[in-house]
């Protein structure tokens, strides 16, 4: 027991705990040195002699606080970062100078690698300007980016962030998956060029354009209505003197007609993935749009009757499948 109590006390810091034990009882010869080496020796018992592996302590994870968009908006330009220009909104309204995150930016000796992938997307005429493209890629897009620089019809529609930004931006329809249409979706900034702030659309669509009538055009306007409604008048008169309801004359007493429905264009829930996003209806294009709370469209409902979303791009697919993986 005192050999036992000495081994306890006496451990070395690092040492396995019999390998402790052995050395005390070697030093006060309760054993010998050859009982020592061939229990050392022994493969059934080396296990006992094995240090244990110091438990790793992580450090605490800092929260990283989120910057609102109005902020990250007004950043200065980060060389090190994809230099494509993100579409971020509030309201339907887009912020004009988000930098895209992504810090794995492609060299353009690395380009070309990186575009053989793709190739099997590509038509004949995008694989003729491939070589044209490439040549003139300066490694500023990471990977995302720099496929939809070369299939969008007119490159990546948002531009660079470092480069004025276009005053109508142009989304063309379809993705990168299903291949873009020569046909636009024009998006709306935040700011208008003067620096006032745009007023959002109504979930509506927009309201018809009315004609610019001059003041006397307006004058000419109500006398043609004043002579119409006299000569309706005369007319009613007429027909009630004679008592002819129209029997005879080949002429029928006109029905009225039942109104049409109209089509509930209202804003709507729309849930994809346990996800729950709305549906906004676009009067320009007659169709609804994904958007998500707070207006931002990221693409348009899939009539596949499963509640799939086409999305605008990868990069907001990608987001979608980050929330479903936040939210399980």
Known sequence: MAALAAAK????????????????????????????????????????????????????????TSTSKEERNDEEFDSCRCSARKWEAEGGLGYDSIQCSSCKKIPAEEAEKVMEEFKGKMDEEQLARLPDYLE??????????????????????????????????????????????????????MYAEDGNKNERLSNRGRKPKELAIEDDEVEQVEAVD????????????????????????????????????????????????????????????????????????????EDDGEGNIRFIDDEEEEAHRKRVEEKE
């Open 9 to 64: 006390n006496n451990l070395v810091k690092g040492m396995a705990p019999m390998e402790g034990l052995l050395k005390d009882l070697l030093d006060k010869d309760y054993i010998n040195q050859e009982i020592y080496d061939r229990i050392k020796a022994d493969e059934d018992l080396e296990h006992h002699f094995k240090k244990k592996k110091a438990k790793k302590t992580s450090a605490k994870k800092t929260v990283k």
């Open 136 to 189: 003139k890629y300066d490694g500023c897009f990471c990977k995302n980016h720099l496929k939809q620089d070369f299939f969008m019809p007119n490159g990546w529609w948002l531009g660079k962030v470092n480069e004025p930004r276009p005053e109508k931006p142009m989304l063309p329809k379809g993705s990168f998956k299903d291949g873009y249409q020569e046909e636009y979706k024009e998006h709306r900034w």
């Open 226 to 301: 004043e002579v119409e409604q006299v000569e309706a008048v005369d007319e009613v008169e007429d027909v009630e003197e004679d008592g002819d309801d129209g029997a005879g004359t080949g002429l029928k007493p006109k029905e009225n007609p039942e109104p049409e429905e109209e089509e509930d264009h209202e804003e709507k829930p729309y849930i994809v993935e346990g996800i729950q996003y709305s549906l906004m209806w676009d009067e320009d294009d007659k169709e609804w749009c994904v958007t998500t709370d707070d207006g931002g469209m990221i693409g348009w409902p």
